[in-house]
């Protein structure tokens, strides 16, 4: 199985902020790698596909890098809506294997 | 506008069986894989199970292989989990995801609300 390895597992920021969130696949999975927000008490939410598109309605603050073993999430402005858990997740194997979330919270 | 409505879920006792449903609507069901992920409580993200479009694929975790069957009926637009043996490690609240193609390497568009599977220790 491919292990997703997430970093910070938790993070302090203020509005306005820029955070970047990192994820390592145990091997490479080219770009089948996708990104997930998730408030608490409330379902998933996909972010980011392809490594780097942003899904429909997705703003521009959002962004995703990366491409092999290594991937990037950046949100260049944050927001009082963007404090939530973000998810890494490759979809190049079965089985599909999520990382083990990053807690972004307000400072 | 797209909408996965998720229900089943509820209080069974160590292997019990229960059926979970997924109602898909705002897109053409058939067209798109689908897939079961569960979220243990205060705990990540774990992918259960996934289904080709067509229903002729079907792909299992581990953890579930053998215990959990996923199928769909096409002419319903409905997606199914049918869970049997479940043990305390199976609650969770159960998500139901569509895909963005019918097989292959495709990420997840929209996910379902969720519905809550516990199984008492």
């Known amino acids: 199985d491919i292990q997703m390895t997430q970093s910070p597992s938790s993070l302090s920021a203020s509005v306005g902020d820029r955070v970047t969130i990192t994820c390592r696949a145990s091997?490479?999975?080219?770009?089948?790698l996708a990104w997930i927000q998730q408030k608490p008490g409330k379902a998933p939410k996909s972010l980011i596909y392809a490594a780097s598109s942003l899904q429909s309605g997705v703003p521009s603050r959002f962004s995703g890098s990366g491409s092999g073993t290594y991937f990037t999430l950046t949100i260049s402005y944050l927001q009082p809506e963007d404090f939530a858990t973000y998810y890494c997740q490759q979809y190049n194997t079965y089985p599909i294997t999520f990382g083990q979330g990053t807690r972004l919270e307000i400072k | 506008e797209v909408d996965l409505l998720e229900s089943g879920g509820g209080l069974v006792q160590r292997g019990g069986s229960l059926r979970l449903s997924c109602a898909a609507s705002g897109f053409t069901f058939s067209r798109y894989a689908m897939t079961w992920v569960r979220q243990a409580p205060g705990k990540g993200l774990e992918w259960v199970s996934s289904i080709s479009g067509s229903g002729d694929t079907t792909y299992y975790a581990d953890s579930v292989e053998g215990r959990f069957t996923i199928s769909r009926d096409n002419s319903r637009n409905t997606l199914y989990l049918q869970m049997s043996d479940l043990r305390a490690e199976d609650t969770a609240e159960y998500y139901c995801a569509k895909a963005t193609d019918t097989s292959g390497h495709n990420e997840f568009d929209y996910w379902g609300q969720g519905t809550p599977v516990t199984v008492p220790s």
């Open positions: 091997q490479g999975i080219s770009n089948y």
